[in-house]
C-alpha cells in the first residue's frame, strides 16, 4: 500500500512521512487539519513487533513512548486504535 499512497500523494504533498519497518501496518491515508497522514492499524504494528521479536508487553510499551509519542511535524501519521 505504500507504494499507491506515494504515487497519489508525492506531487501535492512530497513531506508524507512513513514508519520505517510497519509498512505492513499502513491502512490508509487520513486527512488532519487538510493535510494527508498516513494511517496505521495499532494491532498490526503490535503483531509486527512481535513478529520482531518482542514480547507482548515489550510491544505495547515500546509502541506508547516510541511511536505514539513521537510528533514530527504536520505529516506526523495517525494511528488507529484498533485493538478491540
Known sequence: MR???E???EIDF???LFMDGLDSAIIG???VRDVPVVTYSAEKILENLVEQGM???E???FMSFNIEGAFMGEHTPV???DLF
Open 29 to 31: 491515508v487520513s486527512h
Open 14 to 16: 512530497p513531506g508524507l
Open 7 to 9: 504515487a497519489a500523494y
Open 3 to 5: 507504494e499507491e499512497i
Open 55 to 57: 514480547g507482548i508487553h
Open 59 to 61: 510491544a505495547r510499551e
Open 79 to 81: 494511528i488507529v486504535d
